[in-house]
């Protein structure tokens, strides 16, 4: 999901002059690091968020735990065999996905079953 400044700037009741001069911004740069064909700059982003008193705050990407990963899979194991699939049978296994419209290419081409 891609961050939207001018969204989040509409959302707030600002104007766009109104958030250059908190932020110090050019109101032509703000308005140009709003459209959806720029990438701005982080000082930008960082200068336009402080003008709505908003912060820009980065936070690491969760990871699965083993035990997280197992459980995923007995959900998914449990799917399987409730679609009458033996955990096993690989060819039924990705019949079943490409049946969803699952891409199976990638697994096939690493199975070696192109």
């Not at 911004?25 to 703000?30: D, F, H, K, M, Q």
């Not at 000082?43 to 990407?61: C, D, F, N, W, Y």
């Not at 799917?79 to 697994?107: C, F, M, N, P």
């Amino acid at each position: 999901m891609a961050f939207d400044l001018r969204q989040e700037r509409r959302s707030r009741n600002l104007s766009l002059a109104e958030v250059a001069r908190r932020s110090g911004l050019a109101a032509s740069n703000l308005s140009r690091a709003e459209r959806p064909d720029t990438d701005p700059r982080l000082s930008t982003v960082e200068r336009a968020l402080a003008g709505m008193g908003l912060r820009l705050t980065v936070e690491p990407i969760p990871t699965l735990s083993l035990e997280d990963m197992r459980a995923r899979a007995d959900v998914a194991r449990r799917r399987l065999a409730e679609a009458g699939i033996v955990d096993r049978d690989l060819e039924q296994r990705l019949a079943w996905k490409e049946s969803r419209g699952v891409d199976t290419a990638v697994e096939r081409r690493l199975l070696g079953r192109v």
